[in-house]
Protein backbone atom coordinates (compact mmCIF):
# COMPACT_ATOMS: atom_id res chain seq x y z
CA UNK A 1 0.00 0.00 0.00
CA UNK A 2 2.91 2.10 0.64
CA UNK A 3 4.28 1.89 -2.95
CA UNK A 4 0.83 2.49 -3.87
CA UNK A 5 0.67 5.88 -2.68
CA UNK A 6 3.74 6.54 -3.17
CA UNK A 7 3.03 6.20 -6.73
CA UNK A 8 0.34 8.13 -6.97
CA UNK A 9 1.91 11.30 -5.23
CA UNK A 10 4.65 10.99 -8.14
CA UNK A 11 2.21 10.95 -10.60
CA UNK A 12 0.28 13.80 -9.22
CA UNK A 13 3.33 15.58 -8.80
CA UNK A 14 4.70 15.03 -12.39
CA UNK A 15 0.83 16.12 -13.63
CA UNK A 16 1.22 19.39 -11.75
CA UNK A 17 4.81 19.54 -13.33
CA UNK A 18 3.41 19.36 -16.52
CA UNK A 19 0.76 21.44 -16.55
CA UNK A 20 2.69 24.65 -15.01
CA UNK A 21 1.95 28.22 -16.01
CA UNK A 22 4.52 29.54 -13.36
CA UNK A 23 7.92 29.34 -11.93
CA UNK A 24 8.62 30.64 -8.67
CA UNK A 25 11.29 31.13 -6.60
CA UNK A 26 11.61 33.30 -3.43
CA UNK A 27 12.73 33.17 0.35
CA UNK A 28 11.65 31.56 3.33
CA UNK A 29 11.50 32.31 7.17
CA UNK A 30 11.16 29.73 8.70
CA UNK A 31 10.50 28.56 12.54
CA UNK A 32 8.83 25.85 14.88
CA UNK A 33 6.16 26.06 17.17
CA UNK A 34 7.01 26.06 21.19
CA UNK A 35 4.26 24.46 22.92
CA UNK A 36 4.55 23.51 26.81
CA UNK A 37 4.75 19.93 25.73
CA UNK A 38 7.59 19.89 23.25
CA UNK A 39 11.53 20.27 23.85
CA UNK A 40 12.12 23.56 21.74
CA UNK A 41 12.60 26.16 24.84
CA UNK A 42 13.85 28.95 23.04
CA UNK A 43 14.08 29.34 19.02
CA UNK A 44 14.73 32.28 16.20
CA UNK A 45 13.88 32.27 12.69
CA UNK A 46 15.71 30.25 10.01
CA UNK A 47 16.73 31.98 6.46
CA UNK A 48 15.79 29.00 4.21
CA UNK A 49 14.26 29.16 0.26
CA UNK A 50 11.97 27.38 -1.62
CA UNK A 51 11.77 26.67 -5.62
CA UNK A 52 8.73 25.13 -7.70
CA UNK A 53 6.33 25.20 -10.04
CA UNK A 54 2.73 25.95 -9.86
CA UNK A 55 -1.14 26.28 -12.44
CA UNK A 56 -4.13 27.61 -12.06
CA UNK A 57 -7.31 25.66 -13.59
CA UNK A 58 -10.25 27.92 -13.87
CA UNK A 59 -13.26 27.75 -12.54
CA UNK A 60 -14.76 30.57 -12.16
CA UNK A 61 -13.87 34.09 -14.07
CA UNK A 62 -13.02 35.12 -10.28
CA UNK A 63 -12.22 31.50 -8.88
CA UNK A 64 -9.13 29.21 -9.97
CA UNK A 65 -8.31 25.80 -8.56
CA UNK A 66 -4.00 26.40 -7.68
CA UNK A 67 -2.07 22.81 -7.48
CA UNK A 68 1.55 23.54 -6.81
CA UNK A 69 5.26 21.68 -5.88
CA UNK A 70 8.06 23.21 -4.20
CA UNK A 71 11.62 22.22 -3.03
CA UNK A 72 11.71 23.99 0.15
CA UNK A 73 13.16 24.65 3.61
CA UNK A 74 11.97 24.59 7.09
CA UNK A 75 13.05 24.25 10.46
CA UNK A 76 15.17 26.86 13.11
CA UNK A 77 17.52 27.76 15.50
CA UNK A 78 17.72 27.26 18.97
CA UNK A 79 20.47 28.59 21.59
CA UNK A 80 20.80 28.78 24.98
CA UNK A 81 23.39 31.12 26.37
CA UNK A 82 26.11 33.70 24.30
CA UNK A 83 28.98 32.94 22.65
CA UNK A 84 31.23 34.98 25.32
CA UNK A 85 29.90 32.11 28.08
CA UNK A 86 32.22 29.74 29.04
CA UNK A 87 29.16 27.54 28.36
CA UNK A 88 26.69 27.63 25.55
CA UNK A 89 24.77 25.58 22.93
CA UNK A 90 23.36 26.33 19.68
CA UNK A 91 21.72 24.24 17.68
CA UNK A 92 20.15 24.58 13.51
CA UNK A 93 17.46 22.11 11.89
CA UNK A 94 17.20 22.46 8.30
CA UNK A 95 14.48 19.88 7.10
CA UNK A 96 14.05 19.69 3.21
CA UNK A 97 10.92 18.94 1.72
CA UNK A 98 8.65 18.28 -1.35
CA UNK A 99 5.67 19.73 -1.03
CA UNK A 100 2.51 19.95 -2.97
CA UNK A 101 0.28 22.89 -2.08
CA UNK A 102 -3.28 22.77 -3.01
CA UNK A 103 -5.02 26.15 -3.18
CA UNK A 104 -8.50 27.92 -4.20
CA UNK A 105 -7.33 31.41 -5.43
CA UNK A 106 -9.62 34.01 -5.94
CA UNK A 107 -8.55 37.05 -8.40
CA UNK A 108 -9.58 40.55 -9.40
CA UNK A 109 -11.28 41.14 -13.05
CA UNK A 110 -8.84 40.92 -15.48
CA UNK A 111 -6.19 44.06 -15.71
CA UNK A 112 -2.66 44.60 -16.37
CA UNK A 113 -2.73 43.73 -12.73
CA UNK A 114 -4.51 41.61 -10.87
CA UNK A 115 -4.73 41.10 -7.15
CA UNK A 116 -5.24 37.44 -5.19
CA UNK A 117 -5.74 35.87 -1.76
CA UNK A 118 -6.52 32.14 -1.25
CA UNK A 119 -5.07 29.03 0.50
CA UNK A 120 -6.04 25.64 0.95
CA UNK A 121 -4.06 22.41 2.19
CA UNK A 122 -0.58 21.05 1.78
CA UNK A 123 1.18 17.89 1.97
CA UNK A 124 5.14 17.49 2.05
CA UNK A 125 7.44 14.91 2.02
CA UNK A 126 11.13 15.08 3.82
CA UNK A 127 13.72 14.46 1.31
CA UNK A 128 17.04 15.80 2.69
CA UNK A 129 18.66 18.14 5.57
CA UNK A 130 20.94 18.73 7.96
CA UNK A 131 21.59 19.33 12.06
CA UNK A 132 24.13 21.24 13.03
CA UNK A 133 25.14 22.09 16.64
CA UNK A 134 27.96 24.06 18.04
CA UNK A 135 29.15 25.29 21.38
CA UNK A 136 31.38 25.48 24.41
CA UNK A 137 31.38 23.16 27.60
CA UNK A 138 33.23 25.02 30.34
CA UNK A 139 35.34 26.84 28.14
CA UNK A 140 35.76 23.69 25.76
CA UNK A 141 34.90 23.89 22.21
CA UNK A 142 32.28 21.78 20.36
CA UNK A 143 30.77 20.84 16.82
CA UNK A 144 28.55 18.67 14.74
CA UNK A 145 26.97 18.19 11.84
CA UNK A 146 25.16 15.05 10.20
CA UNK A 147 21.97 13.97 7.92
CA UNK A 148 18.62 14.72 9.49
CA UNK A 149 17.41 10.54 10.01
CA UNK A 150 13.71 10.27 8.67
CA UNK A 151 11.01 7.82 9.80
CA UNK A 152 9.30 5.39 7.45
CA UNK A 153 6.10 6.13 8.82
CA UNK A 154 3.36 5.52 6.42
CA UNK A 155 0.85 8.18 7.03
CA UNK A 156 -2.14 5.83 7.04
CA UNK A 157 -1.45 3.92 10.09
CA UNK A 158 -2.30 6.03 13.19
CA UNK A 159 -1.07 4.01 15.54
CA UNK A 160 2.25 2.64 14.78
CA UNK A 161 5.09 4.59 13.50
CA UNK A 162 7.51 2.67 11.25
CA UNK A 163 10.91 3.62 12.36
CA UNK A 164 10.31 6.01 15.17
CA UNK A 165 12.96 6.84 17.51
CA UNK A 166 14.48 9.36 19.50
CA UNK A 167 16.73 12.35 17.03
CA UNK A 168 14.53 10.94 13.96
CA UNK A 169 12.36 13.31 12.27
CA UNK A 170 8.58 12.47 10.69
CA UNK A 171 8.88 12.37 7.01
CA UNK A 172 5.58 13.43 6.18
CA UNK A 173 4.23 16.67 6.93
CA UNK A 174 0.98 18.64 6.35
CA UNK A 175 -0.84 21.55 7.50
CA UNK A 176 -2.55 24.76 5.69
CA UNK A 177 -1.11 27.54 3.75
CA UNK A 178 -2.50 31.04 2.45
CA UNK A 179 -1.16 32.99 0.07
CA UNK A 180 -1.74 36.71 -1.55
CA UNK A 181 -0.31 38.76 -4.35
CA UNK A 182 -0.64 40.71 -7.16
CA UNK A 183 0.51 39.31 -10.91
CA UNK A 184 0.96 41.35 -14.43
CA UNK A 185 1.61 39.53 -17.36
CA UNK A 186 4.69 38.23 -17.29
CA UNK A 187 5.45 37.84 -13.41
CA UNK A 188 3.68 37.27 -10.40
CA UNK A 189 4.93 38.79 -6.51
CA UNK A 190 3.31 37.14 -3.57
CA UNK A 191 3.69 36.18 -0.09
CA UNK A 192 2.50 33.11 1.57
CA UNK A 193 2.41 31.36 5.25
CA UNK A 194 2.52 27.85 5.99
CA UNK A 195 1.06 26.24 9.15
CA UNK A 196 2.06 23.42 9.68
CA UNK A 197 -0.25 20.65 11.72
CA UNK A 198 1.94 17.77 11.94
CA UNK A 199 4.49 16.64 15.14
CA UNK A 200 8.38 16.91 13.67
CA UNK A 201 9.45 14.61 16.15
CA UNK A 202 8.69 10.77 15.57
CA UNK A 203 7.55 8.40 18.44
CA UNK A 204 4.85 6.73 19.86
CA UNK A 205 1.26 9.13 20.28
CA UNK A 206 1.86 9.77 24.28
CA UNK A 207 1.27 13.22 25.45
CA UNK A 208 4.50 12.99 26.46
CA UNK A 209 5.73 13.54 23.55
CA UNK A 210 7.02 16.50 21.74
CA UNK A 211 4.73 18.52 19.46
CA UNK A 212 6.60 21.28 18.06
CA UNK A 213 4.98 22.05 14.74
CA UNK A 214 6.35 23.76 11.23
CA UNK A 215 5.95 27.57 11.15
CA UNK A 216 6.87 28.89 7.75
CA UNK A 217 6.40 32.40 5.58
CA UNK A 218 8.00 32.91 2.68
CA UNK A 219 7.75 36.09 -0.10
CA UNK A 220 8.22 34.60 -4.32
CA UNK A 221 8.97 35.93 -7.30
CA UNK A 222 7.30 34.12 -10.06
CA UNK A 223 7.77 33.70 -14.75
CA UNK A 224 5.01 32.80 -16.19
CA UNK A 225 6.02 30.53 -18.83
Known amino acids: MKTIRLSLFILFITTVSANAQVFKVGVNLANISISN ?73 AAPIRFFIGGGPYLAVGIAGKNKT ?47 GIQTKFLVLSAQYGHGLAKLQSGSNSSADDKNKHRVFGISVGFKL
Open 134 to 180: DGKFLGTSFNSEENIRWSDDDPSTLDYEEGAGYGIMKRFDYGLNATA
Open 37 to 109: DGDVDDNSLLTSFHAGFSGDIKIAPFLFFQPGILFTGKGSKTQSGSVSDPTYFRATTNPMYVEVPINLIFKTP
